[in-house]
């Protein structure tokens, strides 16, 4: 285990235009201060955390971000930012600032995209793209994928690749019911081998746990993959204050629920070794316990906590269904 | 030859060696404990032979053995543009 997180989400504020999709942090109107903020930054600092990534809500939206952005890089920590392209005003000062890399979401063709975010949202992300790749700013675009837009990835990803972005992200949609299922998730894997054949930059991100047992192995550096990081390299700060696992349980009663102690109240480090829920998070879903590839992936626990209430099986996951039949076999 | 560490690489101490971070790239690495030892002697005073002198005596090994590795880790070092030669 590490002695401390290598990178964490700064979670700056929860307030956003809204959009159509259930949010693990959905606009409450909380915030951070920008002295909260870069008391923050300077914990994770001496915890020697590198990288930070600065999320919302819609970090953009947040008066102090160009401030901040310039108090990580002066530590100095690689800064990004995930934002959903809603105001891009500060884009120079950004750029001035030093900003390492800024990731904006495309859900869709435009009709799609704007049923989700609003109308014009489409044209004003692709503004952002285009502004920040001029600007020589590292993009990234991240398509959070559910069953209702799987159908469509192939068409973002003919979007996407289409400006200078760096690496197309694929999410997964983590939610109570419209999650997507193990063969849905296996698709995704594959429609994404079939893009890779075309040389796109398109990769699925660590959520899809179980991507070595799938076609899309191939691509993998499988003895460098980490499965989720969730607890083992990473944590989120949420604009509360609350110490979280991943970004999928960033907000106030997810935090409450798990039991999520404070920054303000215990350091990092202490967090990070002592929360007894992060240690069993770290340990993998009841189903990955006899699966022989648990060390690596060990599920999603987002998917898992989310979709049946308990850390006990990732519904996307391929082998679940397997694992939890040796199970009740070992059991019986 | 004296390797040099960049001075603005941050290196954090771990069980199993430690993680360089290079804040330029923004990107980070892993090292063994072995390299971690290697690494903290990259001071711009240190030769390679003294480096795999020292090394020898801390893993009592053959000498000879103990160069090349040393030489290994630095030319790998060097191609991530982590140390650099005086």
Known sequence: MFSGPTYAYLQVNRTCSGCGLDCYASPDGTALTLREAKEIADMLWEAKVFIVLLDGGEPLLWDGIVELVQHFRAKPMATAIVSGGEDISQAKALQKADLSMIQFPIDGPEDYHDRIRGEGHFQKTITAIKTFCDLNIDTHVGTVISPENMRYLEEISDIVSSYPVLIHRVLRYIHASKFLTAQQCVEVLSTICTLREKKRAIAPTNCYTFASQTPYRQYMNVEKFQGCVGGKTSLVITCDGYVVPCPHFASKSIAHTIGAPSIWEEDIKTIWKEWDFLDEFRKGLTACQVCPDNERCGGCRAAAFHATGSFDYDPGCPLSDVMLQKIQGEEK | ?86
């Open chain 2, 1 to 86: 030859m004296i390797p040099e560490r960049r001075n603005d690489v941050i290196c954090r101490e771990e069980e199993f060696g430690a993680i360089i971070f290079d804040p330029q790239a923004g990107r980070m690495h892993k090292i063994n404990t072995t390299g971690h030892f290697i690494w903290d002697l990259c001071d711009g005073i240190h030769t390679v032979d003294t480096i795999a002198t020292k090394l020898a005596e801390q893993e009592e090994e053959d000498l000879k053995t103990v160069k090349e590795a040393v030489e290994t880790f630095l030319k790998d070092m060097n191609s991530r543009n982590l140390i650099r030669w005086q």
